[in-house]
């Protein structure tokens, strides 16, 4: 719930001042996201005062949908032009090299212009939760002085683990990067970057060995569901979740978007259970046919 931010203990990224517009000093840090604009955002809508334009359209795009890089921090209003047009330029970079026909190239590939793990993890994160919103909106990645695009932190997932009823938000057996696909009409669609990173056999790779890794780890069935046993314990033992229904009395009231309206807080629960252990299953064997 804390705001995403550069700081030692939060997106801990150099500071880049104002005056840093050249050589190595300009090359970082910087915070971009995909995402609609905000109050903050100078100007309306999208513009060359708030963020930059992707050169390349997303996949399925059917009308006037582009993918749009808001500035995070430097924000709007402090970042300079020779700043803007560094990470700008970064991106278009790294974009032209995921879409080329050297994009499996050591020294032409995109692989030089990206932290990979992170990529991985961002991936899983929002796949285990099925996040509607995932790759497309409150989407952020960060870029520290002298180092690659990293992704991340992830940001915004109360329309995952089942509780959205559109785009196949509630399914457990889709892939969320996928989204183009099922909704070509959203205004919001996701860049061609992940579609195009399964077609490098060894990002797959990476991406099926690190699932593995975590999967007999943090990511065990039975760990993730003793840790919301432990959560709601904590909760009811605090009086938390009777305080928090007499509030908002939403118990059996569909809530804009749900795919579940259970009718008790145990309800909701087993439904989040159920849904959490089909989704870890069906990726298990999914994520092998990448």
């Avoid at 300009?26 to 992707?54: E, H, P, Q």
């Avoid at 970042?79 to 499996?104: G, R, V």
């Avoid at 992170?118 to 991936?123: C, E």
Wanted: proline share 3%; with cysteine.
């Amino acid at each position: 719930m804390e705001k995403l931010k550069r700081d030692g203990d939060r997106i801990d990224i150099n500071r880049l001042n104002e005056n840093e517009n050249e050589g190595e000093d300009v090359t970082g840090g910087y915070i971009l996201k995909i995402d609609k604009t905000a109050g903050s955002n100078l100007g309306s809508g999208y513009n060359n005062l708030n963020s930059f334009t992707s050169n390349f359209r997303p996949s399925n795009a059917s009308g006037d949908q582009n993918i749009y890089f808001l500035y995070e921090y430097p924000d709007a209003e402090d970042i300079t032009a020779q700043q803007k047009d560094y990470i700008s330029t970064y991106i278009n970079d790294f974009e032209a090299a995921l879409a080329s026909e050297d994009f499996l190239d050591s020294l032409l590939g995109y692989r030089q212009y990206i932290d990979v793990s992170s990529f991985t993890d961002f991936f899983i994160l929002n796949e285990i939760s099925n996040n509607v919103d995932g790759y497309r909106l409150s989407t952020y990645m960060h870029k520290d002085k002298n180092g690659p695009l990293t992704m991340g932190p992830i940001w915004d997932f109360n329309l995952a683990f089942g509780n959205a009823d559109y785009c196949n938000g509630g399914a457990s057996d889709v892939w969320a990067f996928r989204f183009n696909e099922r909704c070509p009409n959203d205004f919001w669609l996701a860049p061609f970057w992940w579609e195009r990173l399964m077609d490098d056999p060894s990002f797959v790779s990476e991406l099926q060995a690190r699932w593995a890794s975590l999967r007999a780890n943090e990511l065990n069935t039975a760990q993730l569901l003793a840790r919301m046993d432990q959560d709601i314990n904590t909760l009811n033992r605090a009086g938390a979740i009777s305080r928090n229904f007499d509030i908002w009395t939403v118990i059996e009231e569909y809530v804009w978007p749900n795919n579940f309206v259970g009718n008790s807080y145990d309800a909701e629960v087993q439904y989040m259970q159920n849904w959490i252990t089909d989704r870890l299953q069906w990726i298990d064997g999914a994520i092998m046919e990448l």
